[in-house]
């Protein structure tokens, strides 16, 4: 039913043009074919706040604590001050008591086609990311470069908290909803339930901010502060689409696959063919100052935020 010329199916869900115009192409299509069909396709209906709130609840219940789990979604970080519509693929693998794998991968723009525009009315321009690997364990960090084959490995000393902080956060590809580190009362009292909508299959829910989003600061957790729109399947209480807004624009996930109860494994990338990118430069003193060390480890971070922001 669905084409890559339509777009991704994000694009359809309550709130979206394009959702009321092929809820009204449907419509029309039924009912020239049988008026039967007509009354079989199912329309949204209006749900409480209550009723929401109660089944957002119910999700994080039945998620679990999430100590390993597996995701896989198809981003889409769409900005307006750059006017671009960048999309990726994106594969999240996380042992609480082992580290996590992230793996970020291009996808072939030619299957999509450019409909979001700018506040000025330009058209979004579809570009994808570069292929990376980030591997974190207890204490090292490694980022691999798919497309230069190279890898550098940081270590990531406890100590320095500070470091560990800007370094990709597993749970941020999740709705705060369905995080189970985020405190589930601190999270009710920053958000309101300003629309909710359902079908037999799918719970629709709009949830803004009751403040007005603070000023950014180093650590903050953009989820706690966004507007915010979740898609919720009814049979297994998992989401099919989050959406959180930006300054400038908005990040979309659309899932594919997330096992809240993954198999354990082992944390390792095969780094067969890669050069060590340290063995590249020149090399370096046997004893490496810490300020050293804690550069690498800021050089690994900044290269982390873009990832996140763009």
């Given at each position: 039913?669905?084409?890559?010329?339509?777009?991704?199916?994000?694009?359809?869900?309550p709130g979206s043009d394009k959702h009321t115009m092929l809820k009204v192409a449907l419509l029309?299509?039924?009912?020239?074919?049988?008026?039967?069909?007509?009354?079989?396709?199912?329309?949204?209906?209006?749900?409480?706040?209550?009723?929401?709130?109660?089944?957002?609840?119910?999700?994080?219940?039945?998620?679990?604590?999430?100590?390993?789990?597996?995701?896989?979604?198809?981003?889409?970080?769409?900005?307006?001050?750059?006017?671009?519509?960048?999309?990726?693929?994106?594969?999240?693998?996380?042992?609480?008591?082992?580290?996590?794998?992230?793996?970020?991968?291009?996808?072939?723009?030619?299957?999509?086609?450019?409909?979001?525009?700018?506040?000025?009315?330009?058209?979004?321009?579809?570009?994808?990311?570069?292929?990376?690997?980030?591997?974190?364990?207890?204490?090292?960090?490694?980022?691999?470069?798919?497309?230069?084959?190279?890898?550098?490995?940081?270590?990531?000393?406890?100590?320095?908290?500070?470091?560990?902080?800007?370094?990709?956060?597993?749970?941020?590809?999740?709705?705060?909803?369905?995080?189970?580190?985020?405190?589930?009362?601190?999270?009710?009292?920053?958000?309101?339930?300003?629309?909710?909508?359902?079908?037999?299959?799918?719970?629709?829910?709009?949830?803004?901010?009751?403040?007005?989003?603070?000023?950014?600061?180093?650590?903050?957790?953009?989820?706690?502060?966004?507007?915010?729109?979740?898609?919720?399947?009814?049979?297994?209480l998992l989401p099919k689409r989050w959406s959180i807004g930006?300054?400038?624009?908005?990040?979309?996930?659309?899932?594919?696959?997330?096992?809240?109860?993954?198999?354990?494994?082992?944390?390792?990338?095969?780094?067969?063919?890669?050069?060590?990118?340290?063995?590249?430069?020149?090399?370096?003193?046997?004893?490496?100052?810490?300020?050293?060390?804690?550069?690498?480890?800021?050089?690994?971070?900044?290269?982390?935020?873009?990832?996140?922001?763009?």
């Amino acid at each position: 039913m669905f084409s890559p010329e339509m777009g991704p199916l994000w694009l359809w869900y309550p709130g979206s043009d394009k959702h009321t115009m092929l809820k009204v192409a449907l419509l029309s299509a039924f009912a020239v074919l049988s008026p039967s069909l007509l009354l079989a396709a199912e329309e949204w209906k209006p749900e409480s706040a209550q009723a929401a709130m109660e089944l957002l609840q119910k999700a994080r219940t039945a998620i679990g604590p999430l100590r390993r789990f597996e995701v896989e979604c198809q981003r889409r970080v769409l900005d307006d001050a750059f006017g671009t519509d960048t999309r990726s693929r994106v594969r999240v693998y996380r042992d609480q008591s082992a580290g996590f794998l992230l793996e970020c991968r291009p996808v072939d723009c030619a299957k999509f086609q450019a409909s979001h525009r700018t506040q000025h009315g330009e058209l979004c321009r579809l570009q994808t990311t570069r292929p990376e690997t980030w591997l974190m364990t207890t204490s090292v960090c490694t980022v691999l470069n798919e497309e230069r084959h190279t890898y550098e490995s940081v270590p990531v000393p406890p100590h320095e908290s500070w470091i560990g902080s800007l370094l990709p956060d597993p749970y941020q590809v999740m709705p705060p909803w369905f995080d189970p580190t985020v405190d589930w009362t601190r999270l009710k009292s920053r958000f309101r339930i300003e629309v909710a909508q359902s079908t037999s299959k799918d719970f629709f829910i709009k949830l803004v901010p009751l403040k007005k989003n603070p000023a950014w600061r180093l650590g903050d957790d953009e989820r706690l502060t966004a507007q915010q729109t979740v898609v919720i399947d009814r049979q297994n209480l998992l989401p099919k689409r989050w959406s959180i807004g930006r300054p400038a624009g908005e990040v979309t996930y659309l899932y594919t696959q997330i096992d809240p109860h993954a198999p354990q494994r082992e944390l390792k990338v095969d780094l067969t063919g890669y050069r060590d990118e340290t063995r590249i430069t020149p090399p370096a003193a046997t004893t490496e100052p810490s300020s050293v060390a804690n550069a690498k480890a800021v050089e690994v971070c900044a290269r982390v935020l873009l990832w996140v922001l763009f």
